[in-house]
């Protein structure tokens, strides 16, 4: 099998008006809980996150979008490297406004993101890739991702995106394209530009 190597540089990035174009997911998957059969009822949600390589706390796997690829193909390789985990994209979360003072450059000096969110249903979690000598994976409940988030802006995510989808029964509402992958299936909707966001 081939080496996994994570993309590096910024020579494909994508920019939209002086803004970085981000690209992550929420991956999660079913476990049976305690005491319960393993039927639907008996099922929780856990949700995977990393560690950050900047400070405390947890994040979700995120990364440039660049432009060789969908957005949706750059969630799953952002999962893929980041976190080392395939998987199917089920659901859009949203967009959401953030600012890095880690990512300034000379197409966004004010370090502005925004990134689109997914959620990935994780099918297979690989024991090696590109980013695990400094990445630690932690599956978690939602209430727990909820106390690790490091960025309020991936909270947000979480809270108003994959929560509500969770609520509302995490029905899959991406479509097959003819590629054979998936594309997105939603009304896209931003967080205000005034909205708190945090580092990478």
């Not at 949700?47 to 193909?73: A, C, H, Q, R, Y």
């Not at 530009?193 to 580092?199: H, L, R, T, V």
Request: glycine residues 10%; charged residues 25%; contains cysteine.
């Amino acid at each position: 099998m081939s080496q996994l190597v994570a993309r590096t540089g910024r020579d494909k990035q994508r920019y939209e008006a002086g803004i970085r174009l981000v690209a992550g997911c929420i991956p999660y998957k079913y476990q049976c809980s305690e005491g319960h059969s393993c039927d639907s009822s008996g099922k929780i949600v856990e949700v995977l996150m990393i560690n950050s390589t900047s400070g405390p706390g947890l994040l979700f796997p995120k990364g440039g979008w660049e432009n060789d690829e969908t957005v949706e193909e750059a969630a799953e390789r952002e999962a893929l490297e980041e976190a080392g985990v395939r998987g199917d994209l089920m659901h859009y979360l949203g967009e959401y406004l953030f600012k890095s003072k880690t990512i300034q450059d000379g197409f966004t000096t004010e370090g502005l993101c925004k990134a689109t969110m997914f959620a990935l249903l994780v099918n297979e979690e690989l024991e090696c890739w590109p980013e695990m000598s400094h990445r630690q994976r932690n599956w978690l409940t939602i209430p727990e991702a909820m106390e690790s988030c490091r960025h309020p802006w991936m909270r947000k995510a979480l809270v108003e995106g994959f929560s509500k989808w969770h609520a509302d029964g995490m029905i899959n509402t991406m479509k097959e394209n003819s590629g054979g992958g998936t594309k997105t299936n939603h009304l896209a909707t931003s967080v205000p530009a005034s909205a708190p966001g945090g580092n990478l």
